[in-house]
């Protein structure tokens, strides 16, 4: 078989590769970061015709991520308290990114400081990947 030679009857265990930062006792996480990825692709394709379109797009997006946000906060699916803190930062990060963005363009200001704020947020998300 090519997805796993494992013969472990949990399919956390069976599919290691794919969901081996998760607890066992979660195994439903995966699912919430295919959903919010699925969200965030749905929410992406909207067309926005002018700034404050743009504005409402940025803040659904926002509203997504926090919710994520939250749900890993609560559930800690995470077997490693490094894994936890890096995806509660990375959300937090894209949650102010995203709210910054939209509150530039909800101004009708492409020079407005949010911009900026936002860029760093995304940056420094980033540089901590690598």
């Known amino acids: ?4 030679r ?14 081996k930062p998760y607890k ?3 195994p439903w996480y995966v699912i919430v970061e295919y959903l919010t ?4 692709g749905f929410i992406g394709s909207l067309k926005a015709d002018n700034y404050a ?11 997504v991520l926090g919710i994520v946000l939250v749900v890993g906060l609560l ?11 890096f995806d ?17 363009y909800i101004l009708h200001d492409a020079n407005h400081h949010s911009f900026r704020v936002s ?3 995304i940056t420094v998300a980033v540089v901590a990947l690598l």
């Open 1 to 4: 078989e090519w997805v796993s």
């Open 6 to 19: 494992h013969q472990h009857t949990h399919w956390v265990l069976r599919w290691k590769v794919v969901v």
């Open 24 to 26: 066992e006792s979660i």
């Open 37 to 40: 990825s699925l969200a965030l």
């Open 53 to 63: 379109q743009c504005g409402y797009v940025k803040i659904a997006n926002a509203v």
């Open 75 to 85: 559930a800690k699916p995470y077997n490693r308290i490094r894994d936890a803190i």
């Open 88 to 104: 509660v930062g990375f959300y937090f990060l894209q949650v102010v990114a995203m709210l910054s963005m939209a509150y530039g």
């Open 119 to 121: 860029s760093l947020c």
